[in-house]
């Protein structure tokens, strides 16, 4: 079972370093080499040089970028910082600044810029965390705290 695992951890980073290529040389977003992002995660087409994706940044699955609206006929940059996670299924309006460090709830919807260190959520998105000190990919720096303890507790049962 762990080679089987393995096997497929292995193909699904393959096929997200060639996707990464596809964005980057040829539709021309700017997106860091050491940014990661899930196969499903969708980022805009129709104005794709305004992706902009910084270093250890996460994008988990079916998470929509824009950089355009039709109806209000622009095309604006949209910048995700440095050690950012944006959540599942969670949409990033065009124009919006994600500052570094910062996390987007799954499901959020992104009205408006987000200031560094800091943990949205909702519809529209509102800031719910301060201050809020993360790591790469945007995992939280006492995240690891808190399962060492979980662990030491479920091991007591």
Do not use: W
Request: charged share 20%; with cysteine.
């Amino acid at each position: 079972m762990a080679f089987r695992y393995a096997k497929l951890s292995l193909l699904r980073n393959l096929l997200v370093h060639a996707m990464k290529g596809i964005y980057r040389h040829i539709f021309q977003m700017d997106i860091h080499p050491t940014c990661n992002f899930s196969l499903s995660a969708k980022f805009d087409k129709t104005n794709p040089r305004g992706i902009h994706v910084g270093e250890y940044s996460y994008i988990a699955f079916d998470a929509a970028i824009l950089t355009h609206d039709l109806t209000r006929g622009v095309r604006l940059h949209t910048r995700i910082g440095n050690n950012c996670f944006i959540g599942a299924r969670s949409i990033v309006m065009p124009g919006i600044t994600i500052g570094d460090g910062s996390i987007v709830g799954a499901g959020a919807v992104v009205t408006r810029d987000v200031p560094a260190y800091a943990i949205v959520a909702g519809n529209p998105a509102k800031v719910i965390r301060e201050n809020a000190p993360t790591g790469r990919y945007g995992r939280l720096q006492d995240a690891d705290e808190t399962q060492r303890l979980q662990t030491s507790l479920n091991n007591l049962d």
